[in-house]
């Protein structure tokens, strides 16, 4: 009969629907054989057993549980509220499906506890500023917890926390009075720093001028002193030239006072009030009147001598 065949056909479609199975590359399939764990098998086109063998999908992929907002009281006695995620992993798909019977439900418990327990213990100024910390002490609790469970938590990462708004008001006045106090305290730091700097460069001006001014002193002294020794070499040696000619010509006695007194006729002309004479001043004028004497002796001498006389017959 043709309904036969069609009851026949329609049985042996769901027979082997029911035999085959598709697990995809992000899964593993735990084989139940009769109500009890068989095998586990990999990805790919999978075999069965119809009515006999159950299959269950297990996905492994890395997977994010929110947990809810919950109100945790701090050590100060402040009522905050706080969310977190979880991510993991599933590493043994049959611990994961034997040993908790909701693994997501565990690890959202499991989670808001260790949250009290961890904000419970730190105050409202160390909760805002050591969400790391929190963090890195809830993973540790959460993965050594649901390590029997077959799970890898990677992280916990903890979205918010709000405190009430008259504290959220309070700690902005205070972030403000802050900001304003630093920012004097910069403006105050850069004036004094301004004025350092002004001062370190007038004393380096100062410093610099008066390092100048010592240096053209010396310069100046150099010169001078070397002008005084060019002109007393020079003299030096102009009185040697003149002592040399005056021992070269072998000048008399005679000469050599005259000389002298022409050098007092000068220092007597000068302006000088009080002129002091050598004390051999009378020797002196004794050689001037011997050559006096001299000169009056030669001049009779010159005019007592005889004419010429003529020659005879002249007259």
Do not use: C
Not at 28 to 54: A, M, N, Q, S
Not at 229 to 242: D, M
């Amino acid at each position: 009969m043709p309904w036969l065949w069609l009851v026949l056909v329609a049985v042996f479609a769901l027979v082997i629907g029911s035999a085959v199975r598709i697990v995809r590359p992000y899964e593993r399939g735990l084989v139940e054989r009769l109500g009890k764990y068989h095998r586990t098998v990999e990805p790919g086109l999978r075999l069965i057993w119809p009515f006999i063998d159950r299959l269950v999908k297990v996905d492994m992929r890395e997977r994010v549980i929110d947990v809810p907002p919950q109100r945790v009281i701090t050590e100060d006695n402040v009522v905050v509220e706080v969310d977190a995620v979880v991510y993991y992993r599933v590493l043994d798909p049959v611990k994961v499906v034997y040993n908790v019977e909701d693994f997501n439900m565990a690890v959202i418990k499991l989670a808001q506890t260790n949250l009290r327990n961890q904000i419970g213990d730190l105050s409202l100024d160390e909760t805002l500023t050591s969400r790391e910390k929190i963090n890195a002490a809830l993973g540790q609790i959460l993965d050594e917890a649901t390590d029997k469970w077959g799970v890898k938590v990677t992280r916990v990462e903890i979205q918010r926390i709000d405190p009430p708004a008259d504290i959220t008001d309070a700690m902005s006045k205070q972030m403000k009075a802050e900001r304003e106090k630093r920012a004097l305290i910069l403006e105050a730091e850069g004036i004094r720093q301004s004025e350092i700097t002004k001062a370190e460069g007038e004393k380096q001006a100062a410093i610099l001028k008066a390092e100048g001014q010592a240096e053209a002193i010396q310069k100046v002294a150099d010169a001078e002193k070397y002008q005084k020794i060019a002109i007393a070499e020079g003299e030096a040696q102009a009185i040697k030239l003149v002592f040399q000619a005056i021992h070269e010509g072998r000048p008399t006695s005679a000469l050599i006072t005259l000389k002298y007194l022409e050098a007092l006729s000068n220092i007597a002309q000068g302006q000088a009030t009080k002129i002091f004479m050598p004390m051999e001043l009378s020797s002196l004028l004794g050689s001037l009147a011997a050559m006096i004497e001299a000169s009056r002796d030669a001049q009779p001498q010159s005019q007592s001598q005889p004419q010429p006389r003529s020659p005879r017959g002249a007259d």
